[in-house]
């Protein structure tokens, strides 16, 4: 069966994402960046222009967002509701990071489910001439969110695991890799995807006011063991973790989480010259460039390693 032609896309960015979309554009000669002018007035609320509104008619449109706090998201989403409706030949949106995807559900009577409004939003995108827009997602917190999305938007669910493959391939000590997660859910969420791979699964048990990381099954006794999850706050987990595993005989710990988001800085618990001691630190700290802020911040710092999702995604706009 003979290939599709490439289609041609025109990118559209947000301010904090356009490293990323340099880093898109010049993996394909078939991906082109557009500029928009987000400007304020002086009241704070967005004055936003689309340049070159008129020749983008009729063109295969995308718009790579990053939601990383509640201040950016409505001038971001004033953009996407807007592109659809310039007669393109099709919308995608980018969204590496779907943020409120850890509040999926409610465990008494007055939770907010904000991961379901995010999605009941992004559902309301207008059709363009093409059809529903296409909403392309990484490693998305729990799987049945896909469910929350309604019929107008086409969700594509990617994954950046590929890329912690390739590197682990890469490594001198490649073929003692064990791959350790910290919970049932991130097994359930990952598993299948590194199942060639030897396996470890801690789980958290309450004693009394604590939540303990103990060892549930699995070995990684004088093995390089990868902790392997979707995102990191904290980071406490992580550690307690590290420890468990460390104090069972792994002779190096280290870590992947798809989406590095760090509040408040807590990304500085993981720094080689931060640690108490050195023999403790994570030995490798892997992680994508899905949250922008946090990347300008911890890139070229050890034990962290960025890799961009770039190529993955220029690959999803082709689709």
Known sequence: ???????????????????????????????????????????????????????????????????????????????????????????????????????????????????????????????????????????????????????????????????????????????KIVIAFPDDGAWKRFHKQLDHFPMVVCAKVREGDKRIVRLKEGNPSGSHVVIVDDLVQSGGTLIECQKVLAAHGATKVSAYVTHAVFPKNSWEKFVHENSENPNQAFAYFWTTDSCSPTVKTIENKAPFEILSLAGSIADALQI
Not at 25 to 42: E, K, P
Not at 101 to 110: C, I, L
Not at 143 to 166: A, S
């Open 1 to 175: 069966m003979e290939k599709p032609t490439k289609k041609q896309v025109l990118l559209f960015y947000c301010v904090e994402a356009e490293q990323l979309a340099l880093k898109i554009a010049s993996q394909s000669d078939h991906i082109q960046l557009q500029s928009i002018n987000w400007r304020s007035f002086d009241d704070g609320f967005p004055n936003l222009f689309i340049n070159n509104a008129q020749d983008i008619r009729g063109q295969h449109v995308s718009f790579l967002a990053s939601f990383s706090s509640p201040a950016v998201i409505f001038e971001q989403l004033s953009v996407i509701f807007a592109l659809p409706r310039l007669f393109v030949a099709s919308f995608t949106l980018v969204l590496p990071f779907f943020p409120t995807g850890s509040f999926e559900r409610m465990e008494e009577e007055g939770d907010v489910a904000t991961a379901f409004t995010m999605a009941r939003i992004l559902s309301n995108i207008p059709i363009s001439r093409g059809g529903p827009t296409s909403i392309v997602i990484y490693d998305i917190h729990a799987l049945q969110e896909r469910f929350y999305f309604g019929d107008n938007v086409l969700p594509c669910f990617e994954t950046g695991i590929p890329l912690l493959k390739q590197r682990l391939h890469q490594l001198p000590d490649a073929d």
